[in-house]
């Protein structure tokens, strides 16, 4: 099962970063076109994506999205062809996670309080995100990689992954339903 939940969120999240990555281009040969996603003063991806946010490290952030998204599909194909990892390699897979956590975070808060804005492909890519995370800091405690003494967590955390996720949902939807408030009538 977990193999098949790294393969699916992560093409998920791959998806929302290639659509994100075509829509970037299409705006940056005609800056004056307007994407996909430009559904409300609030919901528009163009107005997130020419933000300086958008490109943190120099690039657009859809091209993290493209080559990470892609490593928990190549992981959970390479379990399901019976491969093992070590316990540095599942460290190190988590802490990419816990970055991407970080970093979904950190975009979530500049979109919604400094941009003003939501990108629909960017929340598909933070929908991706967080249920990976909770479910790969669950399956590395579980499995020992985070030493003895946190197999128990990580059992819990595993368990309940999806509990997590849908409160960690439930507490991103509720900042955006306060902070937008007034705009939501514009939508219909």
Known sequence: MFPVFLIIFGAIG?????????????????????????????ISCKSVMLSEQA????????LIGLAAF???????????AGA??????????????VLAMVFVIWLFSQSVYDIGALCLYCMVAWTAT????WSILGYTGKEGHLGKKL??????IYEWAWVATILTYATLIGFIIIQFWDFWPTLF
């Not at 892609?70 to 399901?80: D, E, N, R």
């Open 55 to 62: 490109a943190l490290f120099g690039f657009p952030n859809p």
């Open 84 to 97: 093992k990892f070590a316990s540095w390699f599942w460290q190190l897979f988590l802490a990419g996670h």
């Open 130 to 133: 967080i249920p990976l995370f």
């Open 14 to 42: 791959w998806t929302a970063s290639f659509g994100l990555t075509l829509e970037r281009i299409k705006v940056a040969g005609d800056p004056g076109a307007a994407t996909a996603c430009d559904i409300s003063p609030f």
């Open 70 to 80: 892609f490593a928990p599909v190549v992981i959970g194909f390479a379990i399901l």
């Open 151 to 156: 197999v128990s967590f990580g059992e819990v």
